[in-house]
């Protein structure tokens, strides 16, 4: 290679570097009025860039049916804030969650009230199934996850034919009887909430063990720790929509067609039969009725079912 070829290798490489250098050192600009915004509702009109991380308020005070959570307490704070954060992020499952549960909220409520717990058990509802029918790794079922011994234990029906469990009214109403029982135990609401999670002989030896009778005093298991405050932040978020973006309007939230009762007194062989003699198809009797397990029902004399179907005009 002779000397001129070296000389003219080394000043193309001078000017690359040189240029490279010049665009590095340039400023990058930005047109504000072009630049994708969104407003913080929050705030008003006060925009945010997109893609920014919001921070969401957590409140100075709070209960759980009726009873106060140390929000004083550092690693209390925390907890509560991990599960806000954890649940108004997955804004997908939290949006349709809030749009369901227009069909159940109301209900649950009453049901609650009358037997005597704290509405904010409907918000355990939540933790536990997002009140859907769904059946835990370890088969409990229903919007409470009950398992098989202990719903038939309060009251619900559990065969082939029938699964009470994913009945939610009466479901509640057994969950209810649970929660009231557990009351007479401990004498504590929270305590109640937390031994739903991972039994009452559980929940009884960690008090027994560790000498305290607090569930926020008690060190548990990463489930049940987690789980109050699950709970509370459901509570945190539903009561305060707007104040995590959620700014549903009345239209947005799911409901119900208006139901009739249709009483069954008598066994049905076949209930795709059955609801098409009636006008129904077998998709919608299993939709309002998930409690139907199979495709026959059998009925005890003196045990008629209230079947629930969509009222023709």
Same mark, same amino acid.
């Given at each position: ?40 509702? /929050? ?11 919001? @921070? ?29 954060? !954890? ?21 649950? !409520?009453? @049901?609650? /009230? ?51 469990? *994913? ?10 009887? *649970?929660?009231? /029982? ?13 031994? *739903? ?6 929940? #009884? ?11 926020? /005093? ?6 049940? #720790? ?53 006008? *129904? ?33």
């Amino acid at each position: 290679m002779t000397r001129y070829h070296l000389f003219f290798i080394y000043g193309m490489l001078a000017l690359c570097l040189a240029g490279i250098g010049f665009i590095l050192l340039q400023k990058p600009t930005r047109d504000d009025a072009t630049e994708p915004q969104f407003m913080d509702r /929050q705030q008003g009109m006060s925009p945010i860039p997109l893609g920014s991380i919001r @921070i969401f308020p957590i409140p100075d005070s709070l209960t759980f049916a009726g009873e106060r959570v140390p929000l004083e307490k550092q690693d209390i704070f925390e907890r509560l804030e991990r599960e806000i954060y !954890s649940i108004a992020y997955w804004q997908s499952n939290t949006v349709l969650l809030m749009k369901r549960s227009a069909k159940y909220l109301p209900e649950i !409520s009453q @049901i609650l /009230q009358e037997q005597g717990v704290p509405g904010d058990f409907k918000y355990l509802a939540m933790a536990e199934s997002g009140l859907a029918n769904v059946t835990s790794p370890a088969g409990a079922k229903g919007f409470w996850q009950f398992m098989q011994g202990t719903a038939r234990d309060f009251g619900l029906e559990v065969n082939r034919n029938v699964d009470e469990r *994913y009945h939610w009214q009466k479901s509640t109403f057994a969950a209810t009887q *649970y929660l009231n /029982q557990a009351h007479k135990k401990f004498g504590n609401w929270t305590a109640v909430a937390a031994s *739903y999670n991972m039994g009452q002989a559980g929940f #009884s030896r960690r008090q027994s063990e560790q000498l305290e009778e607090d569930y926020y /005093q008690l060190l548990l298991n990463d489930e049940t #720790s987690r789980y109050i405050f699950r709970v509370l932040a459901y509570k945190v978020i539903f009561e305060n929509p707007q104040d995590y973006g959620f700014n549903l309007r009345p239209r947005d939230y799911y409901q119900d067609p208006e139901l009739e009762v249709l009483i069954v007194r008598e066994g049905i062989s076949n209930l795709a039969t059955w609801a098409k003699s009636r006008g *129904y198809s077998y998709k919608e009797l299993k939709l309002y009725n998930p409690w139907m397990r199979g495709r026959n029902l059998n009925v005890r004399k003196g045990k008629p079912y209230q079947v629930l179907l969509p009222k023709k005009p």
